[in-house]
C-alpha cells in the first residue's frame, strides 16, 4: 500500500530556515506528498533589499525575482511539491488555513513559532506538528 502521507512543509527560506525541507524530501521519496508554505519575514524582506540593492533593481523586480528563486529552490531541495504558497509576515493561528484534509502533519521551524502556537495549531488541525531546529546553511 503506498504511503499517503501529506507534509504541510512551513519554510522561512533564510540560512538555518528551511530545515523543513528535508523532512518534505523524505515524505515524497517515500511515496507522499508535500506543499510548501514559503514565509516571507522582516528577514526575508531584508535579504531582498539588499539583493536590489546589490544589482541595482527596483523592490518589486528583486521581489519577483528572489521568490522566484526561493520557489524553485524549495522545488529543488523535495523534488515535487503538490502547492506551493506565499505567505508574507509572521506566521499565527491564521496558518491553519493552509491545512487541507490531505494534511496528515505539519512541519515548522523552531525560530518561527511559539509553544503557544504549536499547541494551537495541533489542537485545532488535529495533525501532529514537527518542530525542527535551525540548521547552518549549506556550504
Given at each position: ?17 528551511d ?34 540593492d ?5 523592490w ?16 529543488d ?62 556550504a
Open positions: 500500500m503506498p504511503n499517503r502521507e501529506h507534509l504541510l512543509t512551513i519554510v522561512e527560506p533564510t540560512p538555518g530556515g530545515a523543513t525541507l528535508d523532512l518534505a524530501r523524505k515524505a515524497v521519496a517515500g511515496g507522499g506528498t508535500a506543499s510548501v508554505l514559503m514565509v516571507i519575514t522582516e528577514r526575508v524582506q531584508r535579504d531582498i533589499q539588499e539583493f536590489a546589490g544589482e541595482d533593481l527596483g518589486y523586480e528583486a521581489e519577483a525575482l528572489a521568490l522566484d528563486q526561493l520557489r524553485m529552490r524549495c522545488t531541495r523535495i523534488g515535487a511539491v503538490s502547492n506551493l504558497e506565499t505567505y508574507f509576515g509572521s506566521i499565527g493561528s491564521d496558518v491553519v488555513n493552509f491545512i487541507t484534509a490531505d494534511t496528515t502533519a505539519i512541519a515548522v521551524p523552531s525560530r518561527l513559532v511559539t509553544n503557544r502556537l504549536v499547541e494551537h495549531l495541533a489542537e485545532s488541525s488535529g495533525r501532529p506538528v514537527i518542530v525542527t531546529p535551525s540548521r547552518a546553511a549549506a
